[in-house]
C-alpha cells in the first residue's frame, strides 16, 4: 500500500475484467455513452492487466475513462501510450494532502506568498469564489507518442461501435501558430469530461518571434523540457498509472510551493516571452514563491522587449485578465511592479500626453489601492456588514460570491490613480474638435486599445470609478447623517408582486403606512430628498454599486491613513486612527443600509409609469428635440419621489409642470 512519505511511492495491484455479454459496460453507463438499439452483440473478452496505482486518488468518472482508454489501446493493439499532461496533474496532486503540506497557514487561510507584507487570505466554510483550495479539474489534455489525435479518436470510435455503443463526434483544430495552436488537435467530449488528444511535441524558436520555427512530436521527456513551468511539465501515465517527472523537479517544486522552469530561466522566457507572465500568473493563482533565477531573467531588459516586440496585445491582456481573477491579484501586480515589467504590461506613457514624465508611482498607487481593496473584501468574508446580511440583499449577490463583479473591482482599484492623475490634465479631456474614438477615457484607451479586453469591460471599470467619486460626494456632503435620520425614523420601501404579477409599493415611517398627510412631514420630505439624489448615481452604476460603494470607502481609508501617517505615533496613534477608521466605515455602512431600506437596489431595471406614446397624448404639443428627453426624466423624478404614485397622479404632475404642451 501507499506510504505516508515525502516521496511519491506506487504499489501494484492486478485486476481482472471478466468476461461478459458486453465487456465493461459499466464503463460506458457511468460515462454517458449510449448502447446502440441494432441488436447487434457486443464481443466478449478477457483482460488482464497489470496497474501501477499512483498516490492520488481518481473520482470514479476518472478512473472510467482511464480504463476505457486503456481498453482500446489494448484491444486495437496499439502501441501507443497515453499521458494525461500539464494542468491536471498539477491540480490532481495538489489537491492530496501530501502537497499540501508546508504551505503556510493561518487562522484566516493560506498566506498570500507573493504578497509583501504576506498578509493572509480570509478562508470560511462556504464557497465565496475568492479561494482556489479546491483543485478539480475537468479539462483533460492527452498526449500521443505515435500518432496524430484525430487518428486515436477514429480508434476510439471504432471500439464504441463495435461494442455496440454510439460514437462521439470529434472536432478537429487544425494548426495554426499565430493562435499557439503548433500541432493538431482532436476534441471529444467523453462522459462530463472534454478531452483534447494532442501530440507530445519539441519545438525549436526563431529570434524575432514566439512562433516555433520547427515543430515535431517529440518524446515526453522532449515535451517536458519544453514546457513553460516544471510544475506543469508532468505526466500522469495511463498506461502504466504512474505520475512521470523528465525534469525531475516537477514534484519537489510543486510541494515546496514553487514557480521555475525546467530550462534555464532566460532560454524559457526568450523562447516564449509570454511565459514571465505566466510565471507570475501561476504565483498569483496557486500562491506559489518564483525562484530567485526565474525572478533574475524576468527582470532581464531583454525578455522586456521580447515580451514588448514579440508578443500580441492580446495575449498580453488575456494573462493581466486571468491574473485578476486568481485567489491574489495584488501579488500579481505586485510582481509585476517588482520584476520592472508594469510599464511594458501596462504602456500608459502610449494614452497619456507625451509630456508626461513616466515613474512608477501611478503602478505603486494603484497597488497599495488594490491591497486596500482587497483587504476590506477579506475582512467582510470574516465579519459581514450589515448590508451585505442576506436578509437585506434580497438575493442580490454579494462581491465575496460574484467574481465577475470583484474582477471588475480590481481593475477599478488598480486604475484609479490613473484616472485621478488624467483628470487633472487638459489634454486628456473631452474636445469637440475631437472624434469619439480620440475623446476616448485614458481607461478605455489602456484596456480595450493596449490589453484588448472588451469595450463593456472598459466601460463597466469607468462606471465604478466615476460612481465611487459621487458616492464620495455624497458622503462628504452630510448624506450620511441623512441616512442615519432615514434609520432612526424607520422609513421603509418595498415593492411586492401581487397575483397577476401587478407590483404593489408599501411606503412606511415608524412602523405606520404612509399617508398624505405623513408625505407632507419634513423627515420624510428630507428623505424623498436624499432618495432622488442618491438614485441617480445608482440608476448609472447599476449592479456594480456594491463594487463603487467599496471603491469609495477605501479610497477614503487610504486618505485617511496618509493624513495620520505624521502627525501622531506609538499607541495613541493606533488607537485613533483604528476609532476613525471604524467610524469611517459606520459611515458608509448607514448609507449603505439606508439605499437598501427606501427600495433603491434595482431601481436601474425600473420601468416608466407612461411610455413615449403615452407621454404625447397627454403632451400633444410636445416640439421635437431634447424637450423629450427632459420631459421623461421629469417622470423618472416623480416616481422616485413618489413611491408608488398613480398614472393620473403623474399625468396631472407633467401637464402642471409642462402646461405649455397642453
Not at 634 to 648: A, F, Y
Request: net charge neutral; proline share 4%; glycine share 6%.
Amino acid at each position: 500500500m501507499a506510504t505516508d512519505s515525502r516521496e511519491l511511492r506506487f504499489y501494484s495491484q492486478d485486476v481482472v475484467l471478466l468476461a461478459s455479454p458486453e465487456p465493461n459496460n459499466r464503463i460506458f453507463n457511468r460515462l454517458g455513452i449510449e448502447t446502440k438499439t441494432n441488436g447487434k452483440k457486443a464481443k466478449s473478452r478477457e483482460v488482464t492487466t497489470k496497474t501501477d496505482v499512483c498516490e492520488f486518488d481518481l473520482t470514479e468518472e476518472e478512473q472510467e475513462l482511464f480504463d476505457l482508454l486503456r481498453e482500446v489501446v489494448i484491444e486495437t493493439k496499439l502501441k501507443s501510450t497515453l499521458r494525461v499532461a500539464g494542468g491536471w496533474v498539477r491540480d490532481k496532486l495538489l489537491g492530496t494532502s501530501e502537497y499540501q503540506r508546508g504551505r503556510k497557514e493561518t487562522k484566516y487561510g493560506t498566506i498570500r506568498l507573493t504578497s509583501k507584507f504576506h498578509k493572509a487570505i480570509p478562508h470560511t466554510g462556504y464557497n465565496t469564489g475568492f479561494d482556489e483550495n479546491e483543485h478539480h479539474p475537468v479539462d483533460i489534455d492527452i498526449a500521443l507518442d505515435n500518432m496524430l489525435g484525430r487518428e486515436f479518436a477514429d480508434h476510439l470510435n471504432e471500439f464504441l461501435s463495435e461494442h455496440g455503443k454510439e460514437t462521439i463526434s470529434v472536432g478537429v483544430v487544425l494548426k495554426n501558430p499565430e493562435k499557439s495552436k503548433h500541432l493538431e488537435t482532436a476534441t471529444m467530449k467523453v462522459g462530463s469530461f472534454w478531452i483534447d488528444f494532442v501530440n507530445l511535441r519539441a519545438e525549436e524558436y526563431t529570434h524575432d518571434s514566439r512562433i516555433p520555427d520547427l515543430m515535431r512530436i517529440g518524446t515526453a521527456a522532449e515535451d517536458s523540457y519544453r514546457r513553460d513551468l516544471t510544475i506543469n511539465s508532468l505526466f500522469y501515465n495511463i498506461n502504466s498509472d504512474k505520475v512521470e517527472d523528465f525534469t525531475g523537479r516537477g514534484l519537489e517544486d510543486l510541494k515546496r510551493g514553487v514557480i521555475s522552469t525546467p530550462l534555464s530561466p532566460l532560454t524559457t522566457l526568450l523562447d516564449d516571452p509570454l511565459r514571465v507572465l505566466r510565471s507570475i500568473r501561476f504565483a498569483a493563482r496557486l500562491r506559489f514563491t518564483m525562484d530567485d533565477s526565474l525572478k533574475s531573467a524576468a527582470m532581464n531588459s531583454t525578455v522586456r522587449e521580447a515580451l514588448d516586440q514579440k508578443v500580441s496585445r492580446e495575449r498580453i491582456g488575456g494573462e493581466v485578465d486571468l491574473m485578476l481573477r486568481s485567489p491574489d491579484p495584488v501579488g500579481a501586480m505586485r510582481l509585476l511592479i517588482n520584476l520592472n515589467l508594469a510599464q511594458t504590461v501596462f504602456p500608459i506613457h502610449r494614452v497619456l500626453p507625451k509630456q508626461y514624465p513616466g515613474g512608477i508611482f501611478i503602478f505603486t498607487n494603484g497597488l497599495n489601492m488594490l491591497d486596500s481593496t482587497f483587504d476590506y473584501l477579506c475582512e467582510n468574508i470574516v465579519n459581514r456588514p450589515v448590508w451585505c446580511d442576506s436578509e437585506i440583499e434580497n438575493g442580490e449577490r454579494t462581491l465575496v460570491c460574484d467574481d465577475e463583479a470583484r474582477r471588475l473591482l480590481w481593475y477599478a482599484a488598480y486604475f484609479s490613480p490613473l484616472s485621478d492623475y488624467a483628470s487633472l490634465l487638459d489634454e486628456t479631456k473631452a474636445n469637440p474638435k475631437r472624434g469619439k474614438k480620440q475623446n476616448r477615457s485614458v481607461i478605455s484607451k489602456l484596456l480595450v486599445d493596449h490589453l484588448k479586453q472588451p469595450s463593456r469591460d472598459a466601460e463597466n471599470v469607468e462606471k465604478i470609478i466615476n460612481a465611487a467619486a459621487d458616492f464620495s460626494r455624497l458622503i462628504q456632503n452630510g448624506f450620511d447623517l441623512s441616512a442615519q435620520s432615514i434609520l432612526l425614523s424607520g422609513i421603509k420601501i418595498k415593492e411586492t408582486k401581487l397575483d397577476g404579477g401587478k407590483i404593489r409599493t408599501i411606503c412606511k415611517m415608524g412602523g405606520k403606512n404612509v399617508t398624505s398627510k405623513v408625505a407632507k412631514d419634513p423627515i420624510w420630505d428630507h428623505a424623498m430628498e436624499f432618495r432622488l439624489l442618491t438614485s441617480k448615481v445608482l440608476e448609472r452604476i447599476g449592479p456594480l454599486w456594491r463594487a463603487a460603494l467599496v471603491l469609495s470607502l477605501v479610497q477614503s481609508l487610504v486618505t485617511l491613513k496618509d493624513d495620520f501617517e505624521y502627525t501622531i505615533e506609538g499607541d495613541v496613534f493606533e488607537e485613533s486612527q483604528d476609532e476613525i477608521r471604524q467610524g469611517l466605515i459606520q459611515q458608509y455602512d448607514t448609507f449603505a443600509v439606508a439605499l437598501q431600506k427606501i427600495g433603491l437596489i434595482g431601481i436601474w431595471d425600473r420601468k416608466p409609469i407612461m411610455d413615449g406614446r403615452e407621454v404625447k397624448k397627454v403632451l400633444p404639443k410636445i416640439p421635437k428635440g431634447p424637450i423629450f428627453r427632459e420631459i421623461m426624466d421629469e417622470q423618472d423624478s416623480w416616481m422616485t419621489v413618489n413611491p408608488g404614485g398613480s398614472k393620473d397622479a403623474l399625468i396631472l404632475h407633467l401637464q402642471k409642470v409642462f402646461s405649455s404642451f397642453m
